[in-house]
């Protein structure tokens, strides 16, 4: 609209606009816009875990071979004087060279048993071929599939040759004799590790990896050709799996620098920290750190695993640093190969990357096999040289005057580091380098909380960070920490633990073989620790008992049962919902906990949580009912009494508001169908014979023969947009409302004889589409049997049909169930059917075929109701007139032929045996799902297994993963409608001010006063008869709904912007529309007048409309029973209702009105009460008796007062007071209007006053507290419709007289609108809605012509 600039600035009464959007909108409470509505109900993707070491290794056995032939130099090297010569920090040339060759060696052996004391260790000083053949050879066969380790030390030889040679002995020592690497690589097998410590080192492994393929390749060749000699020979370990460890690259020597020992590769793998504190003493920078020599670093106090000492603390300090360099710097699964599989592979890698820095710097390049990138750079190594430092100049005064030593900062520092990367960072970046630093620290009691604390931080990220540390080797340390008795970890190991399972749930078994599931069972029974943490115990528990029997069992010893039901009423929601979650699991098919419950009662203790306010813990006591009874041990008529009482309790949910507790509940009922299988398919015969010969009294047999509407001329017909309501509705037009008008064309294309469905419950069935039985055949029951079958039994009194015997639980739980398969929620529908359709499946194989030949012609069943002739495709109504447009267009799919039109869904129908039908078994369902032949049929029913198992394996919800979803996201984040800085918020605060500037500028207008109403500013046809019109209170969106779809149009552009199809069936139609939210994320209500509440997203714009919820608003409205409207007018309201909508017989459909300040939905229509529901609970809270005999065709109400009034079909208007008990809560009935109320309406102001109209054209005033109308205003006879303007005091009627009357407060006409501008000026069809704009003065009209016009004031107002 376009505004004077003026108006816009005007400052509405002294507040400013963002204040005054502030003060309204933000307050206002938004409904059903929770996880469970915007989510789909399932569980997250599992991420693959790599983490868990599928391979985890011991190096058991090391061959030490050193060929150094002391005093000997091979003739290939030169050395330098004075010369590098200490070999394991022993001087060869200071004792005897045999001396010295054993005393090296033992050395060496003491070096390696630091790192793994536990190694078979075998020397092999100065050996021949046969020798190292024999060691190796013996060594392997020990190992068996363990590492090996083959050191060798060829400091005493020649280099090794291009050709892939190392050199050794011969006996006498006279010469030297090469060995190649193909042979040691026979002897050695895999998996193996080699660490070559000698000049040129690298053309070893340059070799090895060329012996290796060459090997790969005669394997393959002996693979093909069978002659081979290698074919007979057992096959050979693959090299793949060796490492190597080289002390150079291959054109390099090794340093002869005297100050570095001459294994100065040998050193930096096995005596780490020595090295490095020498060579930084060798360093320049060393003179900064004065008072410290080489003969004082020999004095460092300290044993290398005592962490407390200043050794101890350099070598922890050098594994983290080292950890983390690898961690950072490796492909992640190169990380989980060499530093987590083998303890001594990691460290020997740990120390290759201190090699790596230290002989780089003389020139010395190590290798490895697999390579790894370098990380001689890397920053960390800076906080090494730090550490070192620190350490090193405390030295002089700690052992010459005995000071006590100072730990180092470096872990503290880190850790502010990892804290600093938790604070500051943004959502997408590099993980931080400080995690393996942090695991370090859960080593230290010192640090354990910080480190706890952040690593639960980190942890909160999301399921990445979780994989991340559980990928660094987070596990073991977290459940080691588990057997701690410190009380101040609990809060934080819980988080962290329910982070993991959340992510992880294989780690199940893990806790219960650690006995960790004690420690989460010590801190639900804890009544000190806050309800979160409880919360979070009692998830890791559920995990634990999930589908896990020895989990279960270990709970159940540690009293799991009795813990829960004591917080069964904790006022925390979450941890009720997860205690139900948790008790449904641990007796899921485990008996002796269902016995325990059973004495506990814990059924009972359950029952309370049925009537819970929060919908997701109703959901989880409905699945601990469902798994209590699905327990598939034998009955005793303890249990069966007990299965019986809980069916009767779960049956009372049947009508709750939220489709997430009915989805729940089907399941619940399926494991009790399951249980007594026999019993309901009695059941099911009984009602599939009923069904058969009973006749429903339908709306429309009642109805004149001519009352479908006229077929439309094609060009109007629009195709419907796709519906998702999370699934498809499925193709919802074609099972619900194309229903029979496709018999005719179940001809079998094929021409071969085609098998009837067992009993051919229907003709209709053909229709439902997709879902079908155990391989998505047809259904037995179509929706049309089943909805007849639910009439059929709200009917006649079942009892005198089946005998008092059977009019039991199983009955009843059969009706539930016929009731929840019409549910107006696809996906509860879809349940209901499979079950109801495995039982009638069963039902009809399992018959006698004799009792199904006696019962007359069971395939030719009636119509389920005769509305549609077969020969109309369209109903009446708005549905689309092509089957093949609308099965296509109503699912997200490429259009393709319509399923319903495929060759033989049913063949027609051919008389046999005498005219009957032929019976189930000689023609069993399609041949793919059960194997035998016919004549075997008879035992089919004899062996449920496999169909019992179909019905409950495919029966889930998927709620109790999705709710295990909260503990792998975020909890810790601000969420997105609290961040100012978000998109969302930003959204938001755009929405407020647009709706604070719309109101601003109506009121300008609507306050100067509207004399005229007639400018046309919108027309244009509708695809069906509009029955229903909302404008959007704040954008420029009109709704209009026809029979079962709706439309919506843009009034400002003048284009269509959505039209979908609402899913009601097909004898329904829509009676009320409602935004919900409209100040905020817009939802669209409808209600049709078989009672159902549909509530819509996502329409109007580019996506798809979803369902976002759906439930049975009046239970007891069947469009069948409507009474006609007991009033002296009765003729002329009967005939203008026929003349608006022949279906309506008079009814009022559904009414409501919508509170958004308190989030409630009053409901009303054809019945005796005004229900109330939450919909922050969703579920009824209150029904209030009319106490009239007639129907309610009209509601308004005012929450300020808490008052509703409502209009009635014998002219009563009558006010409620909602605060008062449902037997003095009508306050006020006036009964001065002769006639059917059209329209009654209660102003919202502190003294507003009721307005109402009648048929007749009266409209009266009352004061709420006057029993007299204050005023009234007589307009035309015979009105169609009213609406009255909420803020402009205009109302304007529609007659069927074919014109539309305005009328402002006095009851003056302002305008008369009879023609439609335009060329033709075409006259009004008879007004079928209207429907005044809430702030603007715009009014939008319906009329039985399809067209849909918006009338306005005058422009120069606008």
Known sequence: MKMDSDLLHSPAVGLTEEEEADMNDWKLPLAFMKKRHSEKIEGSKALAQSWRMKDRMKTVSVALVLCLNVGVDPPDVVKTSPCARLECWIDPLSMSPQKALETIGANLQKQYENWQPRARYKQSLDPTVDEVKKLCTSLRRNAKEERVLFHYNGHGVPRPTVNGEIWVFNKNYTQYIPLSIYDLQTWMGSPSIFVYDCSNAGIIVKSFKQFALQREQELEVAAINPSHPLAQMPLPPSMKNCIQLAACEASELLPMNPDLPADLFTSCLTTPIKIALRWFCMQKSAKLVPGVTLDLIEKIPGRLNDRRTPLGELNWIFTAITDTIAWNVLPRDLFQKLFRQDLLVASLFRNFLLAERIMRSYNCTPVSSPRLPPTYMHAMWQAWDLAVDICLSQLPTIIEEGTAFRHSPFFAEQLTAFQVWLTMGVENRNPPEQLPIVLQVLLSQVHRLRALDLLGRFLDLGPWAVSLALSVGIFPYVLKLLQSSARELRPLLVFIWAKILAVDSSCQADLVKDNGHKYFLSVLADSYMPAEHRTMAVFILAVIVNSYNTGQEACLQGNLIANCLEQLSDPHPLLRQWVAICLGRIWQNFEPARWCGVRDSAHEKLYTLLSDPIPEVRCAAVFALGTFVGNSAERTDHSTTIDHNLAMMLAQLINDGSPVVRKELVVALSHLVVQYESNFCTVALQFI???????????????????????????????????????????????????????????????????????????????????????????????????????????????????????????????????????????????????????????????????????????????????????????????????????????????????????????????????????????????????????????????????????????????????????????????????????????????????????????????????????????????????????????TCIAVADKDSICFWDWEKGERLDYFYNGNPRYTRITAMEYLNGHDCSLLLTATDDGALRIWKNFADQKNPEMVTAWQGLSDMLPTTRGQPTSSAHSLARRVSIYLDRSKQGGAGMVVDWEQETGLLMTSGDVRVVRIWDTDREMKVQDIPTGADSCVTSLSCDSQRSLIVAGLGDGSVRVFDRRMGPNECRVMTYREHGAWVVKAHLQKETDGHIISVSVNGDVRFFEPRSPDSINVLQTVKGLTALDIHPQANLFACGSMNQFIAVYNANGDVISNIKYYDGFMGQRIGAISCLAFHPHWPHLAVGSNDYYMSIYSAEKRLR
């Open 689 to 1035: 014979e009923e069904e058969k010969n009973y006749t429903v009294p339908s709306p429309a047999n009642t109805a004149e023969p001519g009352s479908l509407t006229p077929v439309r001329d094609s060009p109007a017909i629009p195709r419907l947009r796709s519906v998702n309501s999370y699934t498809n509705i499925r193709a919802a037009t074609t099972a619900r409302n194309l229903n029979k008008s496709l018999q005719n064309l179940n001809l079998n294309e094929e021409g071969g004889p085609a098998a009837f469905s067992p009993g051919n419950l229907s003709t209709s069935s053909s229709t439902s589409s997709t879902l079908g039985s155990p391989d998505n055949d047809e259904y037995i029951l179509s929706f049309e049997t089943i909805d007849k079958m639910r009439r059929v039994s709200s009917y006649s009194s079942l009892n005198s049909l089946i005998g008092v015997s059977f009019n039991s639980v199983y009955t009843q739980i059969w009706r539930v169930l016929l009731h929840l398969a019409a549910d107006p929620f696809p996906e509860v529908s879809d349940l209901a059917m499979k079950v109801l359709n495995s039982i009638a499946y069963k039902a009809t194989m399992n018959a006698r075929p004799q009792r199904i030949l006696d019962s007359g012609s069971l395939t030719q069943s009636a119509p389920a109701s005769p509305t549609s002739k077969g020969t109309h495709i369209h109903q009446a109504g708005g549905s689309p007139p092509m089957p093949s447009a609308s099965s296509s267009s109503l699912t997200n799919e490429v259009p393709k032929p319509p399923a319903r039109e495929q060759p033989a869904t049913r063949p027609p129908y051919t008389p046999t045996l005498g005219g009957q039908a032929p019976h189930s078994h000689q023609f069993p369902r399609t041949r793919k799902m059960f194997d035998k032949g016919p004549e075997q049929a008879g035992e089919d029913g004899d062996d449920p297994g496999g169909h019992r198992n179909y019905i409950s394996a495919a029966l889930q919800t998927g709620l109790c993963d999705w709710s295990a979803k909260y503990f792998a996201q975020p909890v810790m984040k601000i969420p997105d409608e609290h961040d100012l800085e978000s998109q969302v918020r930003m959204e938001r605060q755009w929405r407020f001010l647009r709706n604070t500037r719309v109101r601003r500028q109506s009121r300008g207008i609507t306050q100067r006063g509207v004399s005229r109403l007639d400018d046309q500013i919108f027309i244009n046809r509708n695809p069906g008869v509009p029955s229903v019109v909302k404008f959007h209170p704040f954008n």
